[in-house]
Nanobody
Framework: QVMLVELGGGLVQPGGSLRLSCAAP????????MGWYRQAPGKQRELVAHITNRDTPTYADSVKGRFTISRDTAKNTVYLQMNSLKPNDTAVYYCNVYPPMYPYWGQGNEVTVSP
């Protein structure tokens, strides 16, 4: 099973920031568009952002202007910088390729935004 290693979740107050990272094997990182997804309690998993191997990002409307996705090709790592966090950003965050492929889903990182 291919492992995408996700790091960086935690508890943060509204208005705070967190950065998530996802390290992938080079064979995946260099071949596919990489994406971040999230699943809030009681809701379906949704796309948050994705980035091409030419560093072109795309964001969900709900996070535009607050989140930034980026790539480090030397580390085969994709990042999600989350600023101005809101309580409704609370979710488990996952990285995967875009469109997502079942074998690449990991356990995700929990992000909780709460006073």
């Amino acid at each position: 099973q291919v492992m995408l290693v996700e790091l960086g979740g935690g508890l943060v107050q509204p208005g705070g920031s967190l950065r998530l990272s996802c390290a992938a094997p080079g064979s995946i990182f260099n071949r596919y568009v990489m994406g971040w997804y999230r699943q809030a309690p009681g809701k379906q998993r949704e796309l948050v952002a994705h980035i091409t191997n030419r560093d072109t990002p795309t964001y969900a409307d709900s996070v535009k202007g607050r989140f930034t996705i980026s790539r480090d090709t030397a580390k085969n790592t994709v990042y999600l910088q989350m600023n101005s966090l809101k309580p409704n950003d609370t979710a488990v965050y996952y990285c995967n390729v875009y469109p997502p492929m079942y074998p690449y889903w990991g356990q995700g990182n929990e992000v909780t935004v709460s006073p």
